[in-house]
């Protein structure tokens, strides 16, 4: 088999992964308004979910990075599937003992293999072709990660929030049932939140052993020894890589922030509607999801006409707008609004990857640890939106700030602002690119 058909065959199984681990991405959004009602907590003790999803991100990006260098992108793969199978598979023993911080710690060694997944498979299809069409081909790849996050906010709706006995949203009277009727309720509810995740545990396994099994070239074996000093160097000499790596981390903050609390707001919004004409949040879940798939892969193609970085800061622009929207109008204009943000956000990821690595060479192996340890923008900052959120009291709409504008609302000026910052950045590139023209 030619170098050439070897490289196809890398690609598609490694294009493979941004389906498998946009699953678990969405599958655990919704998760932090289930654990809110199940174990009746606060806004931000909920969002612990998604701090310790995305804190595995943190915790494993630069030592995944430093294992692919000090091994192969292959061997990084296999250690990705074990531990993302590892943490899934925990799930059965935290809903068994009714632990939320199980679940917490689950989540956590969960990311870590998706941690090492991430920061293998974007520099990896990076060098599976021709330089010049690097950025396109990521895209491509990353067009495959939402299909994925659609298929987790399916299961996550069917198979999970509809078989609670505990309703998302709902006022049941839970003070009328015995202590023991309630903690009857809790550990049923867990153990259908658990079973997506034991589940998804024996898929990742069988992918495991095929990547296992399979021969396919490796880019990463080529590798001389590790100059650390070398290559912090050049990383940090360039402002387009350093500045990417805080555009990542304000995008991944923002689109958790929205994809979360989307069912904030449109819980906010059922309180004052009748009963009979209550909103399903998961519909505009999915919806968000759908417009993200279309406009990635519309990105795809307008990429052979418009500059990579241009194109993201009129995107950037939408999302703001439509982020003001969201906030500043009542009623389902505005959750339109925070639909729409999801098609602004739909480049971001790739291409803020492509911009920072574009010309980094084998540094990008290590660069590309710092876009991944990016992603603790996801774990970091949603719970400083359900703080605002918690502002007047646990509710959702406890305090009307400036007179009309509801708590949960208001919380959205910080995907707004993250949103502005990326847009800051694509400036920023243009400026360069222009001043070396």
């Known amino acids: 088999m030619s170098s050439k058909q070897n490289y196809t065959l890398g690609f598609v199984l490694v294009t493979s992964l941004f389906f498998l681990w946009g699953f678990p991405n969405d599958l655990t959004n919704p998760m932090v308004e289930v654990f809110k009602n199940v174990l009746n907590i606060s806004n931000v003790k909920a969002s612990y979910v998604q701090l310790a999803f995305y804190g595995g991100y943190g915790t494993?990006?630069?030592?995944?990075?430093?294992?692919i260098r000090k091994y192969s992108y292959k061997s990084s793969i296999i250690l990705g599937l074990f531990l993302f199978m590892l943490g899934s598979l925990l799930m059965y023993p935290s809903a068994l003992l009714v632990s939320y911080n199980l679940f917490l710690v689950s989540f956590y060694i969960l990311t870590f293999g998706l941690a090492f997944?991430?920061?293998?498979?974007?520099?990896?299809?990076?060098?599976?072709?021709?330089a010049e069409t690097a950025t396109q081909r990521l895209n491509l790849s990353q067009a495959f990660n939402p299909i994925g996050a659609l298929t987790g906010q399916v299961i996550a709706r069917i198979y999970v929030v509809d078989r609670l006995d505990t309703k998302i949203g709902a006022d049941a009277p839970t003070e009328l049932l015995s202590l023991e009727q309630k903690q009857q309720i809790i550990e049923h509810d867990l153990s259908i939140v658990s079973t997506p995740y034991i589940v998804l545990g024996f898929v990742v396994l069988a992918i495991m052993i095929l990547f296992m099994v399979v021969k396919i070239d490796d880019p990463a074996r080529h590798v001389d020894k590790l100059d650390l000093r070398t290559t912090f160097k050049k990383l940090f000499s360039n402002k387009d890589y350093y500045e990417g790596v805080l555009a990542q981390f304000f995008y991944v903050a923002c689109q958790i922030m929205v994809w979360t609390f989307i069912y904030?707001?449109?819980?906010?919004?059922?309180e004052s509607r009748p009963l009979d004409d209550q909103l399903n949040a998961t519909v505009y879940v999915v919806a968000s999801t759908i417009l993200f798939l279309t406009a990635r892969w519309i990105c795809t193609f307008l990429f052979r006409y418009i500059n990579s970085a241009r194109l993201m800061l009129i995107f950037a622009m939408l999302g703001s707008v439509l982020c003001i929207g969201a906030i500043l109008?009542?009623?389902m204009v505005g959750l339109y609004c925070l639909v729409g943000v999801s098609f602004a956000m739909s480049l971001m990821f790739p291409t803020i990857y492509g911009i920072a690595l574009r010309g980094m060479g084998d540094e990008a192996k290590l660069g590309s640890a710092g876009l991944i340890l990016a992603i603790v923008g996801g774990a970091l900052m949603p719970p400083l939106q359900g703080a605002i959120i918690d502002w007047g009291g646990t509710g959702l709409n406890d305090l009307q700030l400036f007179g009309s504008?509801?708590?949960?609302?208001?919380?959205?000026?910080?995907?707004?602002?993250c949103l502005l910052l990326v847009g800051i950045y694509c400036l920023r590139v243009m400026k360069r690119n222009k001043a070396l023209s």
């Not at 494993?60 to 294992?67: G, K, N, S, T, Y």
């Not at 904030?264 to 059922?270: H, S």
């Open 60 to 67: 494993m990006a630069i030592p995944a990075a430093l294992f």
């Open 117 to 130: 997944l991430e920061t293998t498979a974007n520099p990896m299809i990076l060098e599976l072709g021709p």
């Open 264 to 270: 904030q707001y449109v819980t906010n919004l059922n």
């Open 329 to 331: 109008i009542n009623g």
């Open 405 to 417: 504008i509801p708590e949960v609302n208001f919380s959205f000026i910080l995907p707004l602002f």
